[in-house]
């Protein structure tokens, strides 16, 4: 069955970087597009970052354009997103899923925590 497993997150100051990481199992890895997302208590699960199956182009929110990397690996079945110039509302649990802006499965990892604070 389809399975992602999130890693990296953690707790850093204002401009501060992390690089989180995603492996992903039970379907064909390099045939999908792959996003991630956030979701933070209280409030809907939100589309941060999308990459298309081959990784041509990609697209992100306007809030971290400029910010954020989204970055894959076909041959690990692994997705990235490295993160610079964070900011307190990057605050969230990052997942990562199947398709652009909507998520191809149902199925959710545990994500992995991002906290922003001096």
């Known amino acids: 069955q389809v399975r992602f497993v999130e890693s990296g997150g953690g707790l850093v100051q204002p401009g501060g970087s992390l690089r989180l990481s995603c492996v992903a199992s039970g379907f064909t890895f390099s045939n999908n597009a792959m996003s991630w997302y956030r979701q933070t208590p209280g409030k809907e699960r939100e589309w941060v970052a999308g990459?298309?199956?081959?990784?041509?182009?990609?697209n992100y929110i306007d809030s971290v354009k400029g910010r954020f990397t989204i970055s894959r690996d076909n041959a690990k079945n692994m997705v990235y997103l490295q993160m610079n110039s964070l900011k307190p509302e990057d605050t969230a649990v990052y997942y990562c899923?199947?398709?652009?802006?909507?998520?191809?499965?149902?199925?959710w990892g545990q994500g992995t925590q991002v906290t922003v604070s001096s």
């Open positions: 990459i298309p199956s081959l990784g041509s182009w990609r």
């Open positions: 899923n199947g398709g652009i802006k909507t998520a191809l499965w149902d199925y």
